[in-house]
């Protein structure tokens, strides 16, 4: 297993994270106990979840919220030792319920939500607290006071931060550095060779505050995993899927024969793309199973070529590079 710092900080994560989004919905408490042991061998110390995963992410659908945080949190209970093995994340923002504050990052919310996955997670400490989605409701002054208290009070050891805007994470930061604090160590983002708008502003200011990057959904939802194959070899796709296939039909046509000349699975090369830019802490690999967990390493192994990397830019094209002169002179 390789390491790097999460962002500027002097922790060190696996560069492959293990995501636990499916634990409780897709993958049964049994077969997630298996991901998880299987990739402490591996030498994944990073273990990703949220508050709200477990089932269907809608208040009026709230049956298995919390499922992931309390499956991890049995694991956790079999072996007590095994918590200091690992870098345990979560997120706070998401609705836990219909009541006006049951959401979202107002001070009274941060508490009662960290709170509440301490004890679904079975542990005293979060090692990263990470905000699911920017509020801008709420003062950053308020969010920062109640995420300083959680640390004092050793609840909580680095901050972190999910879906922002690069404008986002500027202010955020500027208002932590003035309260003398760390401010955010992580973000993650929605960014894979299909989704590449981040690379505007977000990576930048990553770049520029020494701010770890965490893709999530690095193999888009399953596209970049060699999805026409497997559907020619008798798989089925969801009607959202079929629908992303066809309109990128020619596109990933070339990606699976590109995957094919270099002799290595689509999968693969799609995290070891991710990886190869030096933004990048480490990307989420969500296995359903332990096989998917093998198979996601073997992209550490993948050193990918100017060239590759060039054929990749072709077929995946970005926006053009980095915020103005993307579009502007």
Same mark, same amino acid.
């Given at each position: ?35 998880m042991?299987e ?43 095994r ?14 319920d ?20 301490l ?28 995420? *300083? ?51 505007? *502003? ?37 009607p ?7 309109l ?12 094919? *000349? ?10 070891a ?11 989420l ?9 093998r ?35």
């Open positions: 297993m390789m390491y790097s710092h999460l962002g500027r900080t002097g922790l060190k994560v696996s560069r492959i994270g293990l995501g636990t989004m499916n634990f409780g919905e897709l993958t049964d408490e049994k077969t997630s106990f298996a991901i042991n990739a402490v061998d591996a030498g994944i110390n990073f273990f990703d979840t949220a508050d709200v995963y477990g089932g269907p992410q809608s208040p009026d659908m709230a049956k298995g919220y919390g499922l992931s945080e309390e499956i991890i949190g049995n694991w956790l209970d079999q072996d007590p030792s918590r200091d093995k690992i870098v345990l994340a979560t997120k706070v923002y998401q609705p836990m219909i009541g006006p504050n049951d959401k979202y990052l107002s001070a009274y919310h941060i508490r009662r939500a960290c709170e509440a996955s004890k679904r997670l079975k542990t005293d400490h979060i090692d990263l607290y990470q905000m699911h989605h920017v509020d801008r409701a709420t003062p950053w002054e308020e969010i920062w006071q109640a995420m *300083e208290q959680l640390i004092r009070e050793g609840k909580i050891t680095y901050v972190g931060s999910s879906n922002f805007a690069g404008w986002d994470i500027a202010t955020a930061q500027c208002v932590a550095d003035a309260r003398n604090l760390l401010g955010l160590a992580s973000e993650q983002s929605l960014y894979n060779l299909t989704q590449r708008t981040i690379e505007l *502003e977000v990576i930048p200011a990553l770049r520029y505050f020494g701010i770890g990057l965490i893709p999530w959904s690095p193999i888009g939802m399953g596209l970049l995993g060699g999805v026409l194959r497997k559907i020619a070899g008798g798989r089925r796709a969801t959202h899927l079929q629908q992303r296939i066809e990128l039909r020619p596109q990933l046509e070339a990606y699976e024969t590109l995957c094919e *000349e270099l002799g290595a699975a689509p999968a693969d090369v799609a995290l793309w991710l990886l190869q830019n030096p933004v990048v802490t480490a990307a690999s969500g296995p359903r199973t332990t096989v998917q967990l198979e996601n390493l073997k992209a550490l192994e993948l050193k990918l070529s100017a060239s590759t990397l060039s054929k990749l830019d072709s077929i995946w094209p970005g926006p053009g590079g980095e915020a103005p002169q993307a579009y502007a002179w």
